[in-house]
């Protein structure tokens, strides 16, 4: 799930949620380039000077054992086959120069046949959960099972690296880069945040303890059915069928209510859409693409694009199923490689709920791709408010929920406050 922001032309984010998919979700024109860009799940972002990098994973291990008071034979014991993986090296080098976004492959890769008739299936098999977590969190249930379909296949593709291999090798050895630095100590805080989990899983029992650092992982250390970085299963992961555990691995309850609480703290709006089409004609273009400017953030209103001709006027009136006309938005573009090389740009019109899943994966393509999924599998993409209900004196269960939401959000943003936030990468 989720992990932290985008890396330059890379998205390595938690994330949560952070998501590194072990079937790299982004391709060039060539669906089988070898080059995808990483996208990582995470909120933690806790990158800071380059000088308090520890030198080496004996170096990172000493310091654990002194900061979090584990033994440090037992930390040793854990890495003592830990092995350097040049091939996820590879994986998350920046794409060559010649790399074509392409919207219409990477959503061809998720909206399809195969896994939609799966995610209908796990749906079925996973209805009192879904639901349950739905009545929880505000989100509907076929976003939830959109986001682990896309993620692995339901359990499908979890990774074919250890956790602790991965980690160890990004956080020492990072490709070269002019971010170099940062981007090894963010793999070195998420190889501390997956010591410090396995270390509350073990018990201080040794053979747990390494089991934990052995799971298997996306090639760049996400784990379990929903994907989550380290990180991200300190700070969202739910025990969801309340035995004590958080397993994302083995339980399709922590998973799912894992998920529905990752979008709920990050400012998921119960009952509102996630995105609307846009008008675009010779009066409307310019406008959209001067909006597109890759900003993951809503600035504009949803009546000043009515106002602009881009957002049919249906979509900012409560009482024809759209959302209120002071909600903000933003411009969200989805390039294809076009005739002569000239990008075909598909646009749409964002809002809070596209942003809460991307903040799940920092991808634009993940999260329309997730949107469509999801209306695949039954979501319906309008506003389920009247306006009867917005102006009742008392709010409505699903108000309240959406009021509720919002507070959580807000409270969390003040406790991963950052600078300008970073450009996303389709």
Known sequence: MNFLPFFSSLVLAVLLGACASPTPPSTASNPQSKKPEVEVHADKATVSSAKRNPSSLKELLDQISRQQNIPLAFLD???????????????????PVSFQKNWRVYRSRFVEPVRIRAGLAFIEQNRAALEAAESESGVPHQVIAAIIGVETIYGRQMGNFRVKDVLSTLAFDYPGAPNQAARELLFQNQLKDLIILCWQEAKNRQDAFNRCLN????????????????????????????????????????????????????????GMPIYFPVIQNEQT??????????????????????????????????????????????????????????????????????????????????????????????????????????????????????????????????????????????
């Open 77 to 95: 014991s854990g890495f003592k086959d830990v092995q350097h993986l040049s091939q996820v090296k590879k994986l998350v080098a920046p794409p």
């Open 215 to 270: 799971q298997s992982s996306s090639y760049a250390g996400a784990v379990g059915l929903p994907q989550f970085m380290p990180g991200s299963i300190l700070q969202f992961a739910t025990d969801g069928d309340g035995d004590g555990v958080i397993d994302l691995r083995n339980s399709r309850r922590d998973a799912i209510f894992s998920v529905a609480n990752f979008l709920k703290v990050h400012g998921w709006q119960p």
């Open 285 to 426: 273009r310019a406008k959209i693409i001067e909006l597109a400017d890759g900003q993951p953030i809503a600035k504009i209103t949803v009546a000043e694009l009515i106002q602009l001709g881009i957002l049919e006027p249906s979509n900012g009136d409560l009482l024809q199923g759209g959302v209120e006309p002071g909600s903000k938005a933003l411009i969200v573009d989805l390039p294809s490689p076009g005739v002569n090389q000239e990008p075909e740009i598909l646009y749409v019109v964002g809002l809070q709920n596209f942003l809460s899943i991307v903040n799940y994966n920092r991808s634009y393509f993940y999260a329309q791709s997730v949107a469509e999924f999801a209306q695949a599998l039954g979501y319906q993409n309008k506003s389920v408010f009247t306006r009867d209900q917005i102006e009742k004196p008392g709010p409505t269960p699903a108000s309240k929920n959406r009021s509720t939401t919002t507070k959580t959000a807000k409270k969390d943003s003040k406790l991963k406050k950052s600078s300008k936030p970073p450009k996303p990468s389709n």
